[in-house]
């Protein structure tokens, strides 16, 4: 079979498309081949040696896939061959056939398209996790959402507009805020440039925000701490402005109020149940077309540095999909 290899940790340009042997399930395991696989930033750094996870070379990258499932080892449950699934993988999904523990596997209708499907797990699965698992968004609450313009931030403002929330979005541009705006958001503040604590107060009329969906970090942490509401709930995303903040602990205690990590990948590892929960709704919202997610663009495998070079210099502006001819 066909498979997309990092044999040095050089990045994207150093992948090298070869035939290698198939893979066997092992017990609990199903074989799937592969139809699509979505690409994230995090496959750019994986191929680099700087991710959280450092795999042996060679291997291939690819977090998410899509495909149908044509063998399985042992007891796996209602798994079943010629079964359409999607997965999260953490890696080597960029291969023409995958071994998967059948418990990751996500079940798909026949009216999800593999390119829609591959590209859902990451930032939909960590937007449901945060603002279901974590952060226990109600309807009628207010999130603020801050990197809203980002394929997380994205994720986030449809997922809370769909759980029936009102979002504020904070972007760093107008033209970023009309991207936020296209994907539900009630408001927009721009940042820097503002005082996020007073803009927030002023669109909920001094109550302040019941979530903070918090991708970015740096400068704007700490003031959105203070712009919580009572009980208010801050979710640790990430720190795409490369600053880790240090927060005051006497915020939360005079607001009741909470800080809470958002470890998308270790969730779904720990509790594979509540992560399928939580995608079969994703799916389920994009069956019904409440949901649709956007592509960037679709590269055959052969392209996949191609694909990778439009993560690493930050051009797309929704998701960059694989697909691999059986």
């Known amino acids: 079979m066909k498979a997309a290899l990092c044999k040095s940790l050089d990045g994207a340009k150093s992948l090298v498309v070869e035939t290698v042997a198939e893979p066997a399930p092992g017990p ?30 060679p291997f291939s990258p690819g977090a998410e896939i899509a495909g149908f499932v044509e063998s399985v080892g042992g007891d796996v449950g209602d798994i079943a061959p010629g079964q359409a699934v999607m997965a999260y993988v953490n890696w080597g999904g960029a291969a023409e056939k995958i071994a998967v523990d059948a418990e990751k596997l996500i079940p798909l209708s026949g009216d ?42 994205q994720a986030a403002v449809e997922i809370a507009k769909l759980m029936g929330a009102r979002v504020i979005a904070v972007v760093s541009s107008e033209e970023k805020g009309a991207v936020a705006k296209a994907a539900g958001a009630d408001d927009v503040i721009l940042f820097p440039g503002s005082d996020l604590k007073a803009e927030v107060r002023a669109f909920t009329n001094g109550a302040g925000a019941d979530v903070v969906y918090d991708c970015i970090g740096g400068e704007a942490s700490e003031p959105l701490v203070r712009a919580l509401n009572w009980q208010g709930r801050f979710l640790v995303i990430g720190f795409a402005a490369g600053e880790i903040p240090k927060i005051p602990l006497n915020l939360l205690l005079l607001k009741g109020a909470e800080i809470a990590g958002v470890f998308w ?25 409440r949901l649709q997610p956007r592509t960037h663009a679709i590269y055959p495998l052969e392209r996949i540095s191609d ?6 210099r930050r051009e797309a502006t929704g998701k960059i999909v694989l697909t691999i001819a059986s």
């Open 112 to 153: 999800v398209p593999m390119t829609i499907a591959a590209g859902l797990s990451v930032t939909y699965g960590t937007a449901m996790h945060g603002l279901a698992d974590r952060g226990r968004l109600k309807p009628g609450e207010t999130v603020v959402v801050t990197g809203a313009a980002g394929g997380a931030g």
């Open 307 to 312: 694909a990778l070079g439009v993560l690493e």
């Open 28 to 57: 609990g395991q199903a074989i799937v081949r592969v139809a699509a696989v979505g690409l994230n930033f995090a496959d750019t750094l994986i191929t680099r040696g700087k991710y959280q996870f450092k795999p042996d070379l």
């Open 265 to 289: 990948g270790e969730a779904v590892r720990r509790d594979p149940a509540a992560h399928r929960r939580n995608m079969l709704q994703v799916v389920n919202w994009v069956r019904e077309g």
